[in-house]
């Protein structure tokens, strides 16, 4: 949605006015400009509690679609025993005009993202430690009971067959819990902490790694750094399933004008994971489900 549309004016004078109501009922004060989200679906700001500092985010959907998975994600995300995440405090809904809001309260996480963009740009400089917490969360977050699906497999074959004309071995029995949404905005540094858990839950292994990867294509350092630390869940066969998985919505991004530039890159690395026959087979007989 254009920022600068009437409809993409329109809501966010809606996101500002419930960001001041929701501050009026949660008692807290803003304490920074506030930032929109992609598409403008969401308004986030820190704000003020006595003298804690939190963040409320305000979502909002259709009525038809403010329920399920992805609208409770950050209530859920409680029973994610990792230190480096927000924690939700407190939560309220309603509805205005022929939208459902969600405000959520959550704890303020420290660092600062690691790339304004999904995408990362340069190499954010990120020492060992890092890179050492980063393993153990992501560790922690796939060792997570849940039966929350993060993506569905059926839409995770399709569209590895019809951007790259292979087949996969799906078999969601054997997927993890992820972040689902792992790109470097959503990632902090100095230190590390993860933020935007709407979208997780189950997916092949590796799928955050890949997610990670995927979008540090155009900085070699660390894509490298990335391939050594999480080698053996990128390289399994539901590791590689996830890059190609990622990569098409990479393209698919790409063909609404994001990214241009990081299209070669994007075939370059596909190439190599199709190369891996043992995983995928080219299709023979269309798409199937």
Known sequence: MSETSGEGTELRRILRDALSKTAGELDVRIDADPVYGWRDRSIGTAVMRGTERLWVRIVWARPEWARGM???????????????KPNLVEVREWREGPLMLRAELMTLVPGSPCAPTAELRRDPDLEAGWWEALEHSLAAISATPTDRLALDPVSVRRRIAVFFDHEVDIDPARWQASHG???????????LAIVDWEAWGLAPRGYDAAFLLCHALHVPTV???????????????????????VLTKLLTRADGGAHPDLV?????????????VRVT??????VKP
């Open 70 to 84: 992805w609208w409770m994600g950050n209530q859920d995300a409680g029973v994610i025993r990792i230190t480096e």
């Open 181 to 191: 949404d792992l790109h470097w905005n959503n990632l902090h540094a100095r230190p």
């Open 223 to 245: 894509a490298a750094e990335l391939t050594r630390r999480f080698r053996d869940d990128l390289e399994s066969v539901d590791g590689v399933v996830s890059q190609l998985y």
């Open 264 to 276: 070669p890159l994007i075939h370059l690395h596909a190439d190599r994971l199709i190369g891996r």
């Open 281 to 286: 087979r080219p299709t023979t007989r269309g």
